[in-house]
Structure formats: structure tokens, C-alpha cells
């Protein structure tokens, strides 16, 4: 697939991309990161949508969100209920299971089913440094404990560097919460590839943590090497952005590869 020629390009990627290697021959996933550096993807979820959305494109062509609200309105694709932290979340915890919904962004978006998570503002290089940047008041203290999408219990000592009122109004919802699953260090990119090799919503994915160490288990909702390149594996309506994005050349990946490799804390 393209997403590893592409993000070969940058060196300080090379170890991160030699750990998800290695995870995608273990797990037997196809190795794309973001539907937006592989080709084939993108053709395949074009071709699908051309004759349902053409019209639709061809009327709001100069305004993508309202392209996708109308085409969403015109496919039945119904907007998620979730309320969502626009940060980072890393996991803590021995074992965190976490359900992909998203994979229009890097990190994906996920629902944690059981497992305790950190808000943060940051992303790490590893769960030291997230430890001491904690301790010298560096970074937010915010432990939320999650079961079945929700919160089952949380400790908010310390609520400075993001927007607290985004962060109250998640803790006193019951709605279930989408969060940014943030991995430290060589792990950045596993969620992107597992969420791009499993059905969204229909999926559960254990992570095991040992001090440093994560490792990784699909549950359920493993897709197909063909689902995976016929873009089954995209949100519904990610799938209406990447076609208005197609259509109007705004795909840049060499871009968005780039901004990724200087994004990511290596």
C-alpha cells in the first residue's frame, strides 16, 4: 500500500514505521495508515459514490460542509450521538478495550469500553515523560475511568491548558465520549492502522499495557483485505469527505504526510 512509501520519507518516522510493520504482519493487516495516502482507497470510494452523489456535488461544489450534510441527508447517514474531547487521550491502564468509530483523523477517534484514560493536552514520547510532565505541572491532571463508552469515574486535579468547559460539560454528560487515541512514542501510528483494518462501531480492540510496552488484540470487527481497500472500513460520512475532497483536488498528501511526520514526537 502507499501510506509506507509515502511516510518512508522522513527519517525520524523510521522507527515508528518498523513497529507498525511489525504489527500488521503479526495482527495480518493491510498496511494503510490514512485513506487519504492510498490511491486505491481513494478510486474505490470515489467509484462507489459517483452515481448516488454526483448531483448532490455538482450543486454545492463550492461549500463542503454543505455537500456533506445534504449528501449524508440523501444516503440515511445519521450523525453520531457522542459527546467529543477534542485533545488527546492515552490509555493507563493494564488493559483498555476501545471501540474505532473514525479514522478521518491521526490519531483515529474511539470509544473506550472499559479501561482509564488520561485528557490530555500534549502527545509523548513515551509514558515517563508523560509522568513528569504531570508532576511539574506541565500538563493537565485529568484520570477518567470508562465502561461501555462512558464514565464510570474521574479525578480532575488539575484542568489548565485545555478548554475546561469543554471538559466539565463531557464530565457531567451521560452521553457516550469520542476521544483522540493517542499512543506515546513508536505506538503513535497503530491506532490508524488498526482502525483502518476494522468496521467502525463494529469492532473492540484490547490494548495491553507493561509499563512501557503495549501490545495489541482485535477482539472482533476485523475486516477483510478486500473490505480494507474498498474503503468499508471508513466512517460513512468521512467517506462524503473524501469524495468532495477528491472532486475538488484537495487531497495533498505529501501535505498531510509531512505536517504528520513533524506532528509526531519522536
Known sequence: MDSLKLLSKYSN??????????????????????????????????????????????????????????????????????????????????ETKVKFVDNSTIPPKAL?????????????????????????????????????????????????????????????????VLLNLALPGSYYLIPSLISMNVLPYENEVLITREEESLDFRILNGKASNDKVVMGETLHPRFKLELYYDYKSKRILKEDMARGLAYKIPS
Not at 459514490?49 to 450534510?69: C, P, Q
Not at 484514560?117 to 513515551?126: I, L, P
Not at 485529568?142 to 486535579?157: A, D, L, M
Open 13 to 94: 518516522l523510521i522507527k515508528i514505521l518498523e513497529l507498525t510493520k511489525e504489527y500488521a504482519n503479526k495482527l495480518d493487516l493491510v498496511f494503510a495508515i490514512h485513506a487519504y495516502f492510498e490511491n486505491d482507497i481513494i478510486s474505490n470510494v470515489v467509484r462507489s459514490l459517483e452515481s448516488k452523489v454526483k448531483n448532490i456535488y455538482e450543486e454545492y461544489k463550492f461549500d463542503r460542509t454543505l455537500f456533506v450534510k445534504n449528501a449524508a441527508k440523501t444516503l440515511g447517514i445519521k450523525e453520531d450521538d457522542f459527546v467529543y474531547y477534542p485533545y488527546y487521550a492515552i490509555p493507563i491502564s493494564h
Open 112 to 176: 473506550i469500553t472499559k479501561g482509564v484514560m488520561r485528557f490530555t493536552f500534549m502527545v509523548y514520547r513515551s509514558f515517563q515523560e508523560l509522568d513528569y510532565r504531570i508532576a511539574s505541572r506541565e500538563e493537565e491532571d485529568i484520570v477518567i475511568e470508562f465502561e461501555n463508552g462512558k464514565i464510570k469515574s474521574h479525578n480532575r486535579k488539575r484542568n489548565i491548558f485545555t478548554d475546561a468547559n469543554v471538559v466539565s460539560k463531557i464530565l457531567s454528560s451521560n452521553k457516550e
